[in-house]
């Protein structure tokens, strides 16, 4: 049964790092948002109830980088699929980013998405915009349009804009807008030809390898340009020691810098791919492990803000080609909870407080979205999970991508309810069972 109208969800333990909550409390909700945040309420007549006695309620994730393929290459993940397998991984706000075929770079692209979503999408969707026209590197998008329309960020996602004045141009104009610009971080002239880290690992594999550099040299030069030009600068998908280092010193100088991490980036390192499976690929790659540690250390000392999952979602063919020539990518949106709550919470030490710190109500700030907070009067955009364990089956993703490296994994912290505005759009299969 889906529930819609008014609900009370009863006897859950509610973390909210917005309010400060982390207790026993009953919710209800009724029209879209939060009615009342109570140790104990008396369910009306018209209340339907369900018991979350034993579980935890969480504000509903915020995931600001995904790769929902529609429009161009819908064989691997649709805006339909990709919003529901955002809903099943407990997210109820996405960021989808803009290099789909073709890019998302104009208002009336922007327009046409958001016309989409209101009819399409189980969650809500906050559009990015590319820098440059068809992320050709060459010219500006009209920057307060793609704004106007929707817009959230700007991003060249994929890949860096390697004219550093035209860069410099994007950010003036950012900051006068006050849109943030989310920068993939990669010197494509070092990075050429890398598949995998460079290290060990990519020599035993016969493999070439990306460094270090090639992530750090990007860092530094946007932070720098945003120190300089006032730009509001979020870093994606930071994996190496030096990207950590930096990111606290632009906070120390007082630039306007966030950055989030991947799952994947600090559950694994390089040295836990097997053999040349590509469904263990992804740009940047896993590092080493002195990396995979600096990374958790961040997100437990707050240095980076936020956790993204970078889902991007490959056809099983394309993965199968091994690292040479599969894509770069893996899926994220269905492990990111359970891969985050068992590797920083019950293996790293972090509260998990600060973990929904970072997936729910830092990223929601980020982008202005309304959610990430279990409060009255704010959008009833919740989750509900269970901390008991259970075994990754990619086979019942509900992204049309599969390629993950964590099928058949033991993680702990699993998703049973996702409401956006209210309604539930997401049951997991198992709930008939805990309840």
């Not at 929902?68 to 997210?91: H, S, V």
């Not at 600068?233 to 950590?244: F, G, P, R």
């Not at 099983?316 to 599969?326: D, H, R, S, T, V």
């Not at 979205?369 to 269970?386: N, T, W």
Request: glycine share 8%; proline share 5%.
């Amino acid at each position: 049964m889906l529930f819609e109208g008014r609900i009370v969800l009863k006897g859950g333990h509610v973390v909210d790092p917005a309010t400060g909550v982390d207790d026993i409390r009953d919710i209800r909700m009724d029209d879209g948002i939060v009615l009342d945040v109570e140790k104990s309420i008396t369910p009306h007549p018209e209340d339907q109830v369900i018991s979350c006695v034993g579980q935890y309620i969480f504000p509903g994730f915020t995931d600001l980088h995904v790769h929902f393929r529609d429009p161009g290459q819908t064989y691997k993940e649709t805006l339909m699929t990709g919003t529901r397998a955002a809903a099943a991984g407990g997210y109820t706000a996405v960021c989808p980013m803009p290099n789909t075929v073709p890019a998302t770079d104009s208002m009336e692209k922007i327009s046409v998405l958001l016309k989409r979503c209101a009819e399409e999408s189980a969650v809500n969707v906050f559009p990015i915009s590319a820098v440059t026209k068809d992320q050709a590197g060459t010219e500006l998008v009209n920057i307060p349009a793609v704004k106007l329309a929707g817009a959230v960020a700007l991003s060249e996602d994929g890949k860096s804009v390697m004219d550093i004045k035209l860069y410099e141009k994007a950010m003036k104009i950012a900051a006068k807008e006050h849109i943030p610009v989310f920068a993939h971080c990669e010197e494509k002239n070092l990075a050429a030809g890398g598949v995998i880290n460079a290290g060990e690992k990519a020599e035993a594999l016969g493999l070439p390898g990306i460094s270090n550099a090639v992530e750090n040299i990007i860092t530094a030069r946007d932070i720098f340009l945003a120190g300089e030009t006032g730009a509001k600068l979020h870093l994606c998908h930071c994996s190496t020691k030096e990207s950590v280092a930096l990111v606290l010193l632009a906070k120390k100088l007082g630039y306007q810098v966030t950055a989030e991490a991947c799952p994947h980036h600090f559950a694994l390192c390089d040295e836990d791919i097997p053999c040349d499976d590509a469904n263990y690929k992804m740009n940047p790659p896993l590092r080493s492990k002195e990396d995979m540690y600096a990374v958790r250390e961040g997100l437990k000392k707050g240095i980076i803000d936020c956790i993204s999952t970078d889902h991007a979602p490959h056809s099983e063919e394309e993965k199968a080609e091994g690292f040479f020539k599969a894509p770069f990518g893996i899926t994220g949106l269905e492990t990111s909870f359970a891969l985050s709550y068992t590797t920083l919470v019950l293996e790293g030490g972090m509260k998990l407080i600060d973990l929904i710190r970072a997936m729910s109500t830092n990223p929601a700030k980020l982008i202005g979205y309304r959610g990430g907070q279990i409060s009255v009067g704010k959008p009833a955009d919740i989750v509900v999970c269970s901390l008991e364990q259970f075994r990754v089956d990619r086979n019942t993703f509900v992204s049309k991508g599969h390629n993950t490296p964590f099928h058949g994994k033991k993680l702990y912290g699993k998703v049973l309810r996702t409401f956006v505005n209210g309604r539930m759009v997401y049951q997991n299969p198992d709930c008939d069972m805990l309840f």
